[in-house]
């Protein structure tokens, strides 16, 4: 059953899903890249998760994000890239600081990592990498998140040629 909502557009000179990445996402997965850190975490789980809303606008004209239809798309989306959960729980927790429901991610942390090619080339060096710590105690690395995310939609989006923010 379609919902009688009105749906309203905000015009912010982001009017479509290949303006929204090319201005949000890309910068925040470069920006993560180049200086993690929580902001540079909480900019890039929070657009590469709501994207998943201007996906469903784009294919959805007019209607509103509630109801089972987006219920169906969002299931949709979860099960084929369940690392999108996760962000979302980070966008979740970085907008709203306490959530009412059980989030699959427990929280984030640094850590130092030695970077291995600068150790082979004679410059000990350390890289900071960020992982999620998930309910069941394990650590994912954001990076691999990201990644895995991103390709998602490259692949989910690849009629609007869309370009990654790794190249």
């Known amino acids: 059953m379609a919902s009688n909502k009105v749906v309203t557009y905000i015009d ?3 009017n479509s899903v290949e303006a929204y990445w090319g201005e949000l996402v890309v910068p925040n997965a470069k920006q993560f890249q180049s200086e993690p ?13 709501h994207l998943s809303d201007w996906v469903w606008h784009d294919r959805n004209p007019g209607q509103d994000s509630r109801g089972p239809a987006w219920t169906g798309f969002r299931s949709q989306i979860l099960a084929a890239c369940p690392q999108l959960s996760w962000l979302g729980d980070i966008a979740d927790a970085g907008k709203h600081r306490g959530l009412g429901r059980l989030p699959e991610v427990k929280g984030a942390e640094p850590q130092f990592v030695l970077n291995t090619l600068m ?24 990076d691999d998140i990201l990644r895995e995310a991103i390709e998602f939609w490259l692949t989910e989006l690849k009629s609007k040629g869309l370009l990654s923010p790794y190249l």
């Open 12 to 14: 912010i000179n982001l």
């Open 37 to 49: 850190s929580p902001r540079s975490l909480f900019n890039v789980a929070s657009s590469v998760w």
């Open 119 to 142: 150790l082979a080339a004679g410059a000990p060096s350390h890289d900071q990498k960020h992982f999620l710590i998930l309910n069941d105690g394990s650590k994912v690395a954001v």
